[in-house]
Nanobody, 121 residues
């Protein structure tokens, strides 16, 4: 059975950095587009970043210039480097895989369990 497993979350002070990783198991996702979404308490899940099969990358306006998404097809892994973190970045971050690099969560087929990111002020 296919799984996505996130890691790298934690507690960091504002201005700090974290690197999230998403590892695939059960099947390969190198032919899929991969995305990161986040959900803060009381809010809807929102798009953060995506990387297409072709390597094209897309970001939410709120994270442009601060976050970088990358993929390592040899290891079937996707990373999200988060710099200059702000308290409003606090959320559970989810990795997802699907046929297209889109901002719409419903387009993604596989989801990880999420990893908590907390940014203190």
């Amino acid at each position: 059975q296919a799984h996505l497993v996130e890691s790298g979350g934690g507690l960091v002070q504002a201005g700090g950095s974290l690197r999230l990783s998403c590892a695939a198991s059960g099947r390969t996702f190198i032919r899929e587009s991969m995305g990161w979404f986040r959900q803060a308490p009381g809010k809807e899940r929102e798009f953060v970043a995506a990387v297409a099969r072709s390597g094209g990358v897309y970001y939410a306006d709120s994270v442009k210039g601060r976050f970088t998404i990358s993929r390592d097809n040899a290891k079937d892994t996707v990373h999200l480097q988060m710099n200059s973190l702000k308290p409003e970045d606090t959320a559970v971050y989810y990795c997802a895989a699907g046929p297209g690099a889109t901002t719409y969560s419903y387009a993604y087929v596989y989801w990880g369990q999420g990893t908590q990111v907390t940014v203190s002020s």
